[in-house]
């Protein structure tokens, strides 16, 4: 035991690691995606984002304003290409 917790710290990072090996892809496991527990908030506000969550409700959620919001995690926003092509073509009305 260790500083009044059940577990060292190292058990916790070990643990953790083992869990991102299995829960995630391995490019995802090669990111700091849900590095140390404290980002799940982090993989979760990046999930919104990736689900088509509009900003502004991330940031709601999160406490953070669009602009900060996006300043962390846009880098974070993947796969969205097809989609978000799809959306401009459909809102031009097929005048591209």
Known sequence: MSGGNVAAASTYSRV??????IGLTP???A???AG???DLR???????LNAGVP????AERAGHSVDVLLKVY???IDGQE?????RIEDALGGWC
Request: some cysteine; glycine content about 2%; proline content about 6%.
């Open 16 to 21: 953790w690691e083992a869990a991102r090996q």
């Open 27 to 29: 490019r995802q496991v």
């Open 31 to 33: 990111s700091p995606v």
């Open 36 to 38: 140390r527990p404290y």
């Open 42 to 48: 982090h993989a979760a506000m990046s999930l919104w």
């Open 55 to 58: 900003a502004t409700g991330v």
């Open 74 to 76: 846009a880098s974070c």
């Open 82 to 86: 097809a989609t978000v092509n799809r």
